[in-house]
């Protein structure tokens, strides 16, 4: 199993700066994918940005150049910063991993962008 702590939220005016993080209960080299989510009121849950299993990061078109996602290995974290928020960007964001074709998700933490 994997047990996934994520932290970093808030309220945020927009075109502030946020940075998410997710430390993970094991090693995330023992991981297949490691990477984030968002779910908005109302909507599906989507792919917000994610270090996949092969390949290159993947990153959402709606926050390319916006948003950063990066790694400490030795942390066993992932972050997520997030720059220029938009309104539109308000949702809850879940760390998701991929351990042993299993997905494991974090309990959320409320990004919200408003004046």
């Known amino acids: 199993q994997v047990q996934l702590v994520e932290s970093g939220g808030g309220l945020v005016q927009p075109g502030g700066s946020l940075r998410l993080s997710c430390t993970a209960s094991r090693s995330i080299f023992s991981l297949s994918a490691l990477g984030w989510y968002r779910q908005a009121p109302g909507k599906q849950r989507e792919l917000v940005a994610l270090f996949p299993t092969i390949g290159s990061t993947n990153y959402a078109d709606s926050v390319k150049g916006r948003f950063t996602i990066s790694r400490d290995i030795a942390k066993n974290t992932v972050y997520l910063q997030m720059n220029s928020l938009k309104p539109e960007d308000t949702a809850v964001y879940y760390c998701?991993?991929?351990?042993?074709?299993?997905?494991?998700w974090g309990q959320g933490t409320q990004v919200t962008v408003s004046s």
């Open positions: 998701d991993a991929v351990y042993r074709t299993l997905d494991y």
